[in-house]
């Protein structure tokens, strides 16, 4: 409409111009106002204004057009963009699971962010540092909508998709200009557009998640490659928001390093009480502290929808008589009972009601999804591509995705399955096969055992597409699917962990001396497949019948402690070996890796607490004789790490002692404390011990004992 205005008018104006330049028919002027006799100015200088008049006249109004039409369309530009923020903040940021709900908790924190940035001579680069599942792009999708509503243009970027290179205006302008798509007429006029919202109005702020991932085919040079980007940006004075993992980089980097604290006991359980079932709160609030759900928004959304569905109940045991199994006390218990209850919901179809399937189906597609995470898990990677799981001759074109597989196609899976025996892979797609078999067979008691059309209508593409519906993972070229969130891809994994981690598994179970195969990725296992075996301890620990000095022979818990002190061992080994040449290559290659061995000794203490006869005490032991080797670059996150290790055996200690399963670890502990240098870890070996009261007072060795010992610390 604007557009046929100004042409209209330009088309005016030449004509004008014509009429004026060539003075063509005296009577043709009729329309013009006599000028001369009002204000006196002489023919002559009348025509020379309206030529001066008419020849600037048509650029001038061009131009007015011309602006004019651009800021309509920046407005509608601005408009847009900002709605879908504001509305849809989830789908912006690319990074978010879906599970992720509402956000709750981090309002102070964004504002305090946001008054910042708004400050063009004290800004300055923001990174939140946080552990896996804190909630870091929760806090993003809440800024993205926050910095909506207060007129600002929030771009969230996704630095996994960075491999080669790292420029977060570029970034964030390919970012921008793929939103706004239905408006992009030409490069040019998404330049001006960009070129307008970034540095006349300065509305442009960028988000960028997972500073961890960025880069990772940079090796040796990436730590300097990061410490520029953020530089740059900040010399640009470009607004921007980084999230990042804990990792060694940061250190160096110049910027506002804010640490992602977790949420508030109060506004966790106001957030998963929303909707009140009847729950006796006090129960409820002592869960939500209990599994740590503060810590994670995806324990905290996971309890919320349970309440919502009322299936809450059986998970908060009331053990208020303190009569019952201690270990229903224990952290990581509850933590499976919440993802164990809330896969079992969406399996009932309690959860995603609204997907088209059957139990059966729901239950197929849980088995692929825990098989492809249990895949994932071995690699340390969230992707997992299709023919890693079931080979190239199962596939199906996008045509005949809802089709039944073609008949004899699973026959072909085990044709080369004599020589892939030894394929952890393999492993999980032969127990794939059985396990979607048995659910066919258990719903349709007229199908034959041996029948070969598996499930149909279930392969693995329809199952990703349901997968991808209920929001467990999304799909990516095609070709892979990626797990949206840490903890599910664990919890699925874990049902699949004895066929992945078979050959490891075996070797520390029924042969405590075998050490875990030299698999580059198993050496320094991820956060993930550790959290996956404590989830599998904790569920298949009915299967322990071990008594305290008498280990049962296969027992899945021993096995699951076995491995993992046995790659806390390794991985701590390899470092001091590689350590003895002290070059400066070897040095950066194992920073972090200590905290890694911390961090397995934890896990292995948290799978010993689902065993009968815990051996929280050779754990101990072996934590004690190797604390003075545990060393980092960086000093502090080191101590941190200690701490909480710390406090890890302290729970132990006292757990054990409820249990009435031996004697706790205070002695290991006061070993500890006898030997590290620094007194904030000393005092926190005091506190726990203190904690411990007779029981430790009977541990620690009276004055003539720490004579005798005193020679054991290294
Ligand atoms: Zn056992």
């Known amino acids: 409409m604007l557009l046929f205005v100004t042409i209209a008018l330009i088309l005016a104006w030449i004509t004008l111009a014509f009429l004026v330049v060539f003075d063509v028919r005296e009577d043709m002027w009729w329309w013009v106002p006599d000028v001369q006799d009002e204000h006196g100015v002489d023919k002559d200088r009348r025509e020379g204004f309206n030529v001066l008049v008419s020849a600037l006249g048509p650029t001038l109004l061009v131009t007015l057009a011309g602006l004019a039409v651009y800021f309509r369309r920046l407005g509608q530009v601005r408009r847009f963009y900002q709605r879908k923020a504001k509305r849809n903040p989830e789908r912006l940021v690319q990074t978010t699971g879906s599970i992720i709900g509402e956000v709750v908790g981090r309002d102070s924190l964004c504002d305090a962010i946001i008054e910042n940035l708004r400050d063009t001579t004290e800004r300055r680069v923001h990174i939140v540092v946080g552990g896996v599942g804190a909630g870091k792009t929760a806090l993003l999708v809440r800024m993205t909508q926050r910095l909506a509503h207060k007129g600002a243009i929030p771009i969230p970027i996704r630095l996994r998709d960075y491999q080669k290179d790292l420029d977060f205006c570029k970034m964030a302008r390919r970012r921008f200009e793929e939103e706004i798509t239905p408006f992009v007429y030409s490069q040019a006029s998404v330049d001006r557009i960009w070129r307008h919202l970034r540095y006349t109005e300065n509305r442009i702020v960028v988000l960028a998640d997972g500073l961890e991932e960025a880069l990772k085919e940079k090796n040796g040079e990436r730590d300097s490659y990061l410490r520029n980007a953020i530089r740059q940006a900040q010399e640009e004075g470009l607004p921007l928001v980084v999230t990042s993992r804990p990792h060694d980089p940061l250190k160096a980097i110049e910027a506002a390093i804010i640490t992602l604290e977790p949420l508030s006991q109060e506004a966790a359980f106001e957030y998963v009480s929303a909707v009140d079932k009847g729950l006796d709160s006090r129960r409820l609030n002592r869960a939500v502290a209990a599994a740590g759900v503060a810590e994670s928004p995806l324990y905290l959304q996971i309890t919320k929808e349970l309440n919502e569905l009322d299936m809450l109940g059986h998970i908060l045991l009331d053990d208020e008589d303190g009569a019952g199994d201690p270990r229903d006390r224990v952290d990581w218990q509850i933590r499976f009972d919440l993802a164990e209850t809330w896969i079992e919901a969406l399996v009932s179809g309690r959860l995603h009601p609204e997907l088209p399937i059957g139990e059966e189906e729901r239950k197929a597609t849980v088995e692929y999804l825990s098989a492809l995470a249990a895949v994932g898990l071995r690699k340390d990677r969230a992707e997992v591509r299709f023919d890693e799981l079931v080979p190239a ?205 911390i961090d397995l000794y934890a896990s292995a203490l948290d799978v010993d607490c689902f065993d009968n006869a815990p051996h929280h005490k050779d754990i101990a032991a072996a934590i004690s004789g190797e604390w003075g080797e545990l060393w980092d670059y960086d000093q502090q996150t080191l101590v941190t790490a200690k701490k909480s290790l710390i406090r890890r055996m302290g729970a132990a200690a006292r757990l054990v002692g409820a249990m009435n399963a031996g004697r706790p670890c205070y002695r290991e502990m006061f070993l500890i404390g006898r030997q590290d240098p620094t007194y904030s870890v000393r005092f926190a070996v005091g506190q726990e011990i203190g904690d411990g009261g007779d029981a430790a007072y009977r541990e620690i060795p009276a004055e003539g004992g720490v004579a005798g010992v005193a020679g054991e610390p290294r």
């Not at 073609?406 to 072909?412: I, N, T």
């Not at 999304?474 to 903890?487: A, C, K, L, N, T």
Request: with cysteine; aromatic share 4%.
């Open 393 to 597: 001759v199962n596939y199906h074109t996008e045509d005949d995705v809802q089709g039944p597989p073609p008949p004899g196609s699973h026959g072909a899976l085990s044709r080369n399955a004599e020589a892939e025996d030894q394929n952890p892979n393999v492993m999980v797609r032969r127990e794939l096969d059985r396990r979607l078999k048995r659910i066919l067979s258990g719903n349709r008691p007229e199908t034959p055992d041996n029948s070969t059309e598996l499930c149909p209508g279930i392969d693995i593409r329809v199952a990703t597409t349901w997968g991808m519906r209920m929001g467990v993972i999304e799909e990516q070229d095609g070709e892979q699917v990626r797990f949206r969130h840490s903890i599910i891809q664990a919890f699925l994994g874990s049902r699949y962990i004895e066929e992945i981690l078979a050959g490891e598994l075996r070797s520390s179970g029924a042969l405590p001396d075998c050490r875990p195969r030299a698999d580059q990725k198993l050496m320094e296992p991820g956060r993930e497949i550790t959290m996956a075996l404590i989830f599998y301890a904790c569920k298949e620990s009915f299967r322990c019948s071990c008594k305290v000095g008498k280990q049962q022979e296969s027992c899945p818990v021993a096995a699951a402690r076995q491995l993992l002190i046995d790659m806390a061992e390794a991985l701590l080994q390899n470092t001091l070996e590689s350590r003895g040449g002290r070059e400066f290559a070897v040095l950066t290659e194992n920073r972090g890796r200590h905290l890694k061995v």
